[in-house]
């Protein structure tokens, strides 16, 4: 979620996030995923709140359970599934759980 949604703001004035990191329930219920989740989305934050003008208010990882249509009419979805790694010819592929 962003604040403002949609304006483009002056330098001087800050963008205030909120963000959610989404994982399958199963991952979610697992501690060790889950801690792994929580690591990701708190260095992604620190590296978010290094930027000059954006704030981030708050942030947490949720399960897709917790998130609902009404939630969605708020929350701005950071698709990143394009960013994974495909496998390179004699290379290893990462897999992870989270």
């Known amino acids: 979620m962003l604040n403002p949604e949609d304006d483009e703001l002056d330098d001087a004035v800050d963008y205030h996030a909120v963000l959610w990191f989404a994982c399958r329930p199963d991952v979610f219920e697992?501690?060790?995923?889950?801690?792994?989740?929580?690591?990701?989305?708190?260095?992604?934050?620190a590296v978010l709140k290094s930027c000059a003008g954006i704030v981030v208010d708050d942030w947490e990882v949720r399960s897709h359970e917790d998130i609902t249509l009404a939630d969605l009419?708020?929350?701005k979805r950071l698709d990143f599934d394009f960013r994974s790694e495909a496998p390179k010819p004699g290379g290893s592929v990462l897999r992870t759980s989270v």
């Open 30 to 45: 697992s501690t060790e995923a889950n801690a792994e989740a929580n690591l990701v989305a708190s260095g992604f934050c």
């Open 73 to 75: 009419e708020l929350m």
